[in-house]
């Protein structure tokens, strides 16, 4: 089966590819080095292979994840490299622990830049996965902790990182919200139950067991 | 390979009334005939190294074999950098091994060829392992796992890793990981748990169905907010350091984006490099992530680490087979524990969905080969079917195959109305490096921890238990490296061991310019060679060497 080839250009380059090919697969039928830059390789979960991208006759950029976004005629690319970057956001899990009814003046705290988000929605069009991120920002700002939920599926990516005028680092203060409801509220029963009954040597295991049938 | 072609096979399956499978009378001989780890053929022994003898497929015994890249005269003017603990690997088991190893006090560094989190971990979707259950006990989820891995592996590890299970999930917790509950909320609730293929009882704990990305991006902020752990993003270990006696004392590094290696002396190494996938052995797509090389595991080989099952890898029964762009990628386990169906062109389910991974891989490759698979585009594969599935149990793609359902719309499926097409992917090297307890290996001064290592498995894992080991081998290894690490760098660090391992090689008649390891897939257009020749400065490669040694 004959199937067409379309044209794009990717960071200057031009490469002739089929349209059923990923960005990353172009750049790899082209002979281009792919050394940086992908790292699950079309799962789309590792946030590696940012880029912007814009189609023809488009006039608008968009951030994109390489290798889940196919080619087509006419379309440029230019990655994203990831800078190191200096974190302003810095926390230790015991950040809640002793008064747990001020946890809103902890999040404000550490994310100072939340109140201060102007609505513009640069993270909402920045996020790849099409996540609520501006929604999670206003209910963490508001002490909501179900702000957790809108980054349910954040891959970290940092694109909302990067739109954000007001540099707010909307997924880490996701993260942070998630990590640190989890750590300090959550406690399944029968896990509590299990590690007791351990610790207290009431369960234990015969590695000498002859049988290993069902 | 042909198939059925498509369109007729989807009026078959429409048609098919989904009656059980017949039973499969001789698995033995199924694996033979169909199981790349058990067909004849596929495999070579090895010459050289403390496996001698022992067989492995041949692609990874090119690897494991292969010449060092660099001697003494490349490290020249290097920067050297001296920790405690250098830890190798920024998937879960390295993230485990750092932070644990920070915790106890250790100086600590954490190096990594892509960048921390592009790894495996970030990509499990279907859970890990505890026995939580009233139902269930430490001593079943030893004795599944035991069975499941025919009996092979090493009842210590597997004994630990059972018991140790428990906790490693409410570390995670401490973390920040969140796992799904069944019912009730979150203090009192009871965790949602799922079955793994041939275990006795649901064990299985999730996030929904991207387990890995909870785990990684949690790990990973860990790591990255802890000002005790020193991360170094693109930096893959080219080489390990040993000293006169050939224990392991550091390693050395290679800063891609400064094109110049950079030395480390450690009193302990641990490497967590994964798996091999992305050697594609036995030509096979894989599920694995692009850094999956296996170059710790050549490394800790050269230096004289014993490894184990090195034969044995897990050909995951459901990776996609059409479109061409995602060929290889994972299917989680959890549709068909969620009850989804397996049959072929004819429209007829062919083996119980829930059987051992590789009976079922197997058997998919059984229907391939015998013209029953399906073609589309010329791949061929079985259909999954979840219109069923979802017919029969309304809400369960929405529910629960989260990521399947971002799957099948990146392959431009509507999941619900129509059927995957699947064929087994290389997703998992059972086998690895002999460890014990603590991750410790044969060589002094270092440690291995996670895929890479061996024992843990036997010849088959089970889904979920490779999350749960890298969580708890990554702190036993992280913990004892921390508390027997000495503050002082060996006095003498060099390439000793690559002596002895050249000579072996020449011995054996291997080539001396196949060079290891890989680093990055042969589809990368990355060749170290001509990396090292084109930074400038002086450069001396082992070939023309040697070349002046004939003459
Ligand atoms: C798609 C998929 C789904 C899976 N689903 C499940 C599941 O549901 N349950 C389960 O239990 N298991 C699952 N597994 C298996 C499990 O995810 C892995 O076995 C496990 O995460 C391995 O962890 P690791 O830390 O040992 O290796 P990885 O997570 O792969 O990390 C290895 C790290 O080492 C780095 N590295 C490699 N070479 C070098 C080098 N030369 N120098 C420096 N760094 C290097 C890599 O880039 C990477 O960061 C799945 C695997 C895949 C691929
Ligand atoms: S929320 Fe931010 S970091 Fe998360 S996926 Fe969206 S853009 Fe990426
Ligand atoms: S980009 Fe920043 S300022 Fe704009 S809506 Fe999002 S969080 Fe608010
Ligand atoms: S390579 Fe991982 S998200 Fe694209």
């Known amino acids: 089966m004959q199937t067409s080839q379309v044209r794009i250009t990717v960071n200057g380059c031009v490469i002739d590819t089929e349209p059923t090919r990923s960005i990353l697969e172009a750049m790899i039928d082209a002979g281009e080095t792919l050394i940086d830059g992908v790292g699950c390789m079309g799962q789309g979960v590792c946030g590696s292979c940012r880029v912007l991208v814009r189609r023809q006759g488009e006039s608008e950029v968009l951030s994109a994840l390489a290798c889940e976004t196919r080619a087509c005629e006419g379309l440029q690319v230019a990655f994203l490299d990831h800078l190191p970057m200096h974190r302003h956001h810095v926390y230790a899990m015991d950040d809640w622990n002793g008064d747990s009814w001020r946890i809103l003046e902890r999040i404000n705290a550490t994310f100072p830049e939340a109140q201060h988000c102007r609505h513009c929605g640069g993270c909402d069009s920045a996020c790849p996965k099409h996540l609520q991120v501006h929604k999670g920002v206003m209910l963490a700002a508001a002490g909501d902790l179900s702000a957790a939920e809108c980054f349910d599926e954040c891959i970290m990516c940092d694109l909302c990182t990067i739109a954000c005028p007001e540099l707010i680092s909307p997924n880490h203060l996701g993260l942070y919200v998630r990590r640190l409801s989890t750590a300090i509220g959550f406690r399944p029963a029968d896990l509590v139950l299990r590690l007791h009954q351990i610790e207290r040597g009431e369960m234990v295991i015969d590695q000498d067991v002859a049988s290993t049938q069902p | ?551």
């Not at chain 2, 749960?468 to 061991?497: D, N, W, Y």
């Open chain 2, 1 to 551: 390979m042909t198939g059925i072609d498509h369109r007729l096979a989807l009026e078959r399956l429409l048609a098919s009334d989904h009656a059980a499978p017949n039973p499969i009378d001789d698995i033995e001989a199924l694996l033979k005939a169909h199981h790349p780890d058990y067909r004849e053929g596929s495999l070579v022994s090895l010459a050289v190294g403390a496996n001698r003898g022992s067989e492995c497929p041949t692609a990874l015994a090119a690897s494991l074999q292969s010449n060092a890249r660099i001697e003494d005269a490349d490290l020249a003017g290097a920067p050297v950098v001296d920790t405690e603990v250098l830890i190798i690997g920024g998937g879960g088991a390295g993230c485990a091994a750092a932070l644990t190893a920070a915790e106890a006090g250790g100086r600590v560094i954490l190096a990594t060829k892509l960048r921390i989190g592009d790894s495996n971990t970030v990509m499990a979707e279907g859970g890990i392992q505890a026995a939580v259950g009233e139902d269930d006990s430490i001593q079943r989820h030893f004795e599944d796992t035991l069975r499941a891995g025919h009996g092979c592996a090493d009842r210590r590890l597997v004994a630990c890793l059972a018991s140790s299970a428990p906790d490693s999930i409410r570390w995670l917790i401490d973390r920040g990981m969140r796992f799904d509950l069944a019912e009730g909320g979150a203090i009192g609730g009871k965790l949602l748990r799922k079955k793994p293929g041939g275990a006795t009882r649901a064990r299985i704990l999730s996030f929904k169905d991207y387990t890995g990305l909870e785990m990684m991006r949690v790990l990973r902020e860990a790591v990255e907010l802890d000002e005790r752990i020193r991360l170094w993003n693109r930096c893959p270990l080219v080489e390990l350091l040993s000293d006169e006696a050939g224990h392991c004392v550091g390693a050395v590094l290679y800063d891609l984006a400064l094109h110049r290696f950079v030395l480390v002396r450690a009193s302990c190494v641990i490497l967590a490099t994964g798996g091999v996938g992305r050697l594609h052995l036995n030509d096979f797509p894989t599920s694995n992530h692009y850094g999956a090389t296996a170059d710790g595991l050549v490394l800790a080989y050269r230096i004289g680490a014993a490894l184990r099952e090195l034969d044995s890898f897990q050909y995951h029964p459901t990776g996609i087979a059409w479109p061409s762009f995602r060929l290889g990628g994972l299917i989680s386990e959890a549709a068909r524990s969620a009850g989804a169906h397996l049959l072929n062109g004819l429209g007829e389910r062919f083996v119980d969905e829930l059987a051992a991974r590789d009976v079922v891989s197997a058997a998919i490759l059984r229907e391939c080969a015998e013209g029953r698979g399906i073609e589309r585009e010329g791949m061929v594969g079985v259909f999954l079917d979840i219109p069923e599935l979802e017919r029969r149990q309304p809400g369960t793609l929405a529910q629960r195959l989260i990521s399947l359902g971002h799957l099948a719309r990146q392959c431009g499926i509507d999941p619900s109305r129509e059927p995957m097409m699947v064929r087994p992917t290389l997703h998992y090297q059972n086998g690895g490096v002999v460890i014990d307890e603590n991750g410790t290996t044969s060589v002094p001064g270092l440690y291995c921890t996670g895929e890479l290592s061996g024992g843990i498995h036997g010849r088959n894992r089970m889904m979920g238990n490779a999350l749960q080991e890298i969580i708890t081998f990554g702190r036993r290894a992280g913990l004892h490296a921390a508390r027997s690490a000495s503050r002082h760098p060996a006095p003498k660090v060099g390439l000793f061991h690559l002596q002895g391992w050249r000579r072996q090689l020449v011995a054996a008649g291997m080539p001396l310019d196949r060079f290891g390891p890989d680093l990055f897939p042969r589809y990368a257009n990355f060749d170290f060679g001509d990396e090292l020749a084109l930074r400038g400065g002086k450069r001396t490669t082992y070939a023309p060497k040697r070349a002046r040694r004939v003459e």
